[in-house]
């Protein structure tokens, strides 16, 4: 059973940072562009971020500039720097994985919950 493992959610104030964490088993993370989506109550889960596995990235439009992903490739882990947060970022941050070889597949973390207050 494959497991992404997430850290780095919590409560902060708005205009705070936080810095969110994807543990990725080895095999998957060479062979993965992995990134974030995040669902907030009462709504559907959204795309934030990705990058490849060459390191290109992409953001939704909220977070374009207030965001940033990284992958850390000794450690087999991807970062997602968040600052200036802002209330309506809160939501649980799911990490994804989408696998290309040798076989297409997505593997999904179990989510840690970031709560920004106002």
């Known amino acids: 059973h494959v497991q992404l493992v997430e850290s780095g959610g919590g409560l902060v104030q708005a205009g705070a940072s936080l810095r969110l964490s994807c543990a990725t088993p080895v095999r998957i993370f060479s062979r993965s562009a992995i990134g974030w989506f995040r669902q907030a109550p009462g709504k559907e889960r959204e795309w934030v971020a990705t990058?490849?596995?060459?390191?290109?990235?992409n953001y939704r439009d909220s977070v374009k500039s207030r965001f940033t992903i990284s992958r850390d490739n000794a450690k087999n882990t991807v970062y997602l720097q968040m600052n200036n947060l802002k209330p309506e970022d809160t939501a649980v941050y799911y990490c994804y994985a989408d696998q290309t070889s040798p076989y297409l597949k997505t593997y999904w973390g179990q989510g840690t919950q970031v709560t920004v207050s106002s």
């Open positions: 990058i490849t596995k060459g390191g290109m990235t």
